[in-house]
């Protein structure tokens, strides 16, 4: 253990657990889980040194709509920046524009009920905004979807490269973050894979399939198939 206290990355998350309906009717925006999360971006203000991201997801969007956004800056005030950039989405709009909770699901970004927040302070001496998180692996179906952010310094980060291109990968960056989430993604795909078989069993095909899939993909296997390769400290 270290004797010197210092700075490491900040991480942040709301899951808003009503839909924005009630935040838009007690508190008169639907904004809520966006500024309590600025919030609590701001008071991890001095772990932020270098850059800060945020993402949000809804998670009852319909097909053919964005359902995953993200903002990323570097340099000591992003935070401010970020959010400000989330807030250019909506000038312009009126009030009632804003105050209309199905406007705001179906045609503003950022209008989620998942959020998540990342301050860098990096240990690794890498900097550019492709090392900012939060990072995204994306994909048509909703259940592949990825979204991460962490505070870790992995020790074999060469080992879980060589797990990666061994599977066939060939990954684009060679960052802790990066290779984490591409391991976690090929560990998700695989449970996915799982259930797809388990619903064919069933008679289940085409939108049933997906549903299916969505209600019992479990999030538990996926952690601990992939955490199982991990040496070092991490959040």
């Not at 199905?102 to 301050?119: D, Q």
């Not at 505070?151 to 802790?176: A, H």
């Not at 990066?178 to 064919?200: C, I, P, S, T, W």
């Amino acid at each position: 253990m270290e004797k010197n206290i210092h700075e490491d990355c900040g991480v942040a998350m709301i899951r808003l657990l009503k839909p924005l309906e009630y935040y838009q009717e007690k508190y008169g925006t639907w904004m809520y889980g966006l500024n309590k999360l600025y919030l609590m971006m701001e008071k991890q203000h001095n772990r932020g040194q270098e850059g800060a991201g945020l993402s949000a997801v809804k998670l009852s969007s319909e097909p053919g709509n964005e359902y995953m956004f993200r903002e990323r800056a570097e340099g000591k005030n992003a935070v401010t920046e970020i959010f400000a950039d989330v807030h250019k989405h909506y000038k312009g709009l009126s009030q009632e524009q804003l105050s209309d909770v199905s406007f705001a699901k179906t045609s503003l970004p950022f209008a989620g009920e998942l959020y998540m927040g990342h301050l860098r302070y990096s240990t690794t001496g890498k900097s550019g905004l492709s090392y900012v998180h939060p990072f995204l692996r994306r994909n048509n179906w909703k259940a592949k979807n990825l979204c991460m952010c962490g505070n870790f310094n992995m020790t074999n980060i060469e080992d879980i490269f060589e797990k990666l291109t061994d599977q066939g990968q060939c990954p684009r960056i060679y960052s802790d973050t990066y290779l984490l989430l591409e391991l976690m993604g090929h560990r998700l795909d695989r449970e996915v894979e799982r259930n797809f078989v388990k619903a064919q069993e069933l008679g289940l095909t085409k939108r049933d399939i997906t549903e299916y899939i969505e209600d019992n993909i479990q999030i538990s296997n996926v952690l601990k198939t992939t955490m199982e390769h991990f040496d070092g400290g991490y959040v």
